[in-house]
Structures are given as structure tokens and as C-alpha cells.
């Protein structure tokens, strides 16, 4: 079997269950072990997208929200292809996509759509992306223990973290929050995610919001950023009108963390689950985390100017 994973977390999984030799295709944001051997990058950062007619530059919009570089997807004749597809309508653009597939490749190709856009569909993801290579039972072991492992902490640490107000912020230039699978963990482990009250998911919004909606907790964690990326916004967020008249703030429960890891719904899923009951609960990094996987500012590093 040939498979082109579209997306980074696609082919982490793909690695963790052992068919890396079966990946002729990556993104460029994939990283790829060595024993996977050297599979074709058929992505680019985003710039001019898809091909010269109608149909390629659906199918490359449609596969990718980077350019993908149709001819060379083509020309590896994959059997199966791994996508986060971004029409309104996954399921009749797969149903086309796979027709204008077998004209291109000369044979037949599966494309497959996940979006674990919240925790049950993550690990419907497990399951799918497993069950595609022909070994289900990877997928339902790894949703398993992952779920378990929620639970447990869920179970463990519900006084201290039910019903806190959340706020997560992929974003603070400008201010954006969190959407999809992270506000929806937040709820399954019992805290109350902030979420923009007209729907306008990934849009800029404004600091009044969060100082109305009474944030217990901010997880700062711009996308794609390392953790001391994520510590350095707060000279920005220092900045902010009515900063400190959020309860979050003028409690200390501010958590810095890296996009690059919170987001993630790969098989290490478990880390970005440990980080936000972390954040929850009130507990030091370490604790059911990594040393240093986060950094929460306490009360004297945000009012610190108040002693000097």
C-alpha cells in the first residue's frame, strides 16, 4: 500500500503504528523518522494554490489548506490518501475527488477525511486511521488508553477543576481563541471553554469579551509556537486595557504553552489533555506532565510591578 498523509498528525500516527514504510508522501511540516525511508514532500507553505484547470485547483484546494503540489501527488499513484479536506461538504468531495483521482493516476484511489475538530472524533481518527491500514486494533488501543487516561485524571482532580471558566488564546496579535478540539476537551473535563457567542470561530475579538465572560484560567498557546514563543506575548497582553480585571490574571492562573504541542491531535494527544487539567486543577508542571512542558505566571510574576 502507498499512502499520502496530508497531514502532519496523519503521519505520526502512521508512525506510531508501525506502517511508516507504507508513507510515500508527506507535508512539508512532517517530520518523518529515518526508518520510514524518504517519502516525496508534496506540499509547499501557502502561496499560489492548486493547478491550471478547474478540477486541479479544487482538488488541491479541497485536499489541503497548503499548495499542494498536484503533479507530484499524481505521479506517486498512491493508494490511499490521508485528508483533512476543507469543503463544506467532505463527503461528496471525497466521493468527486476520488473519481477525478483514478483519470489522473490511471487506477484507484481512496481518500479519506477526518476532522477531529472534538474528542470523540479524535478518537474516531485513531480508529479510522488504523482501520486503513488494515489493523483496527492499534486504533481502538490507543483511543482506549487515551480516553482512560482522561477519565482517570477527569476523576481525580473534578473538585478543583469542574466548572472553571476557560479562555484559550491561539492568538494574542490579534486576540483569537482556541476553536474546535482543545474547547472541547475543556469541557469533558468539566470546565466551561470561552467561545465566541456569534460563531465567528478563529476571528479577532476583543479583550472585553474575556473580561465579561469572567475567566477563571488563560491557556496562552499560539499556534505553531514553542513555549517561550507563547512567554513572550505577555509584554503584549501586559499592554491590554483592563488586563488585570480578569479574575485569571489577578489570581495567577495565567499558562503559557507551546502551540506546536497543545494542538496537536496526534497519538500523543495525551500531552495536550495533561496540560489543560493541569491548567484546570491548579497544578505545577511535572506533576502529571513533562518538567517545563508549561510555565504558569503566579501572582507576584504578574503584579510584580506593583513591588518594585
Sequence with gaps: MRIVSLQPYFTELLLSFGAGTKVCGV????VVAPEAGRPAVVTAARGGRGGSSGDDQRLACGLSTDTLNLPALVELKPDLILAQCTEDEPASFVSWAEGVLER????RVVVQHFNPDSVEKLYATFEGVAESIGNSRLGRELAQRTKAQIQDWTRNFYERARNKKVTVLASVEPLCLASGLIPDLVRVVTGQP???ADGKEGTPFGWDEVV???TDVIIVS???STLQQSVETLKALEAIPEWESVPAVKRGEVIFCSGATLYSPGPEFIKSAAIV???LAGLDSGYITLKDEYF???FLELHRHRFV
Aim: hydrophobic share 15%.
Design 194 to 196: 470561552q467561545e465566541r
Design 27 to 30: 507535508t512539508h511540516h512532517c
Design 296 to 298: 504558569r505566571l503566579r
Design 277 to 279: 487539567i493541569s491548567a
Design 212 to 214: 465579561d465572560f469572567r
Design 104 to 107: 489522473r493516476c490511471g487506477k
Design 222 to 224: 499560539p499556534c505553531g
